[in-house]
C-alpha cells in the first residue's frame, strides 16, 4: 500500500494492487481526485473513523449489462408493470435511504457524512446517475446510484423499501446502458444477491483493458497509465 503525497493528484497502478483488494490509503474525496480514480477503475471505500481507503480488487465483480439475469419470479412485475423507474430525479433521497436502510451484519454504515457530501458535488457536476423505483401510489419504493465514466457504470449503493424494488430498477437500468452502448457495470464488491443478476468474476487484466478502450474511444485520452 502506498501514501498519497499532499497536493498532487496521484495513485499506484491499479494491477498492482495486492490479494486485499486495497490499492492506497489517504488523500481526499475532491471531484478531480475522484473522476481521476474512477477512470482507472478505483474506488474509495472505508468507514467513517478511518482514512480514506482506496480499492481496486482483482479479479473484478462486474455484470455486462447484455447479460443480467431476470428470474422468473420477477417476470410479472414487468409484465404487470408494478414499479415505474426514474432517473436523477431524487438523488439526495436515494442516497439518503442507500445510508439508513438496515443491513444484515452491518453495524454502521460507509455513506458518512463526507462520502455523501463529496458524490453529492459528483450528482450536480453530471457523474452520478440516480435510479428511483416507484409503487404504483407515487411512493418512493426503491433505488440506487453509481457512478458514470465514458460507458462504464460503478455501482455503488441500492436499497429497497418493498419487495423487489431495487432489483426492478437495477434491471430496468441495465436494460437501459445496454441500449445506450454501455460495456460493464462494475459491482465492486461480490455478494449473493448480485451474483443472481448475473454479477461474475473477470480478470483485474481484463477489466483494466476494458478501462483503456473507454477512455480512448469516449473520452479520448488515457493519460498515464
Known sequence: MYPFTRNLIWFPHPLQVDKSGILCIGGDLDPDTLILAYNYGIYPWYNAEDPIIWWSPKPRFVIFPDQVKV???????????????????????????????????QKTTWISDEITEAYTLLYELGY????????????LAGG?????????????????????????????????LHQEGYDVIDCQQPNPYLESLGGQFISGKLFFDILK?????????????
Open 144 to 176: 440506487l446510484y453509481g457512478v458514470h465514466i465514458g460507458k462504464v457504470f460503478y455501482g455503488e449503493s441500492m436499497f429497497s423499501l418493498e419487495s423487489n424494488a431495487s432489483k426492478f430498477g437495477f434491471i430496468t437500468l441495465c436494460r437501459k
Open 213 to 225: 478502450r473507454n477512455r480512448l474511444k469516449v473520452l479520448g485520452y488515457d493519460e498515464s497509465f
Open 128 to 139: 452520478i446517475t440516480s435510479v428511483e423505483v416507484w409503487n404504483r401510489d407515487g411512493a
Open 71 to 105: 428470474a422468473k419470479s420477477m417476470h410479472s412485475y414487468f409484465n404487470q408493470q408494478k414499479y415505474t423507474v426514474t432517473y436523477n430525479q431524487n438523488f439526495d433521497e436515494v442516497i439518503r435511504q442507500c445510508r439508513n436502510i438496515y443491513r444484515k451484519n
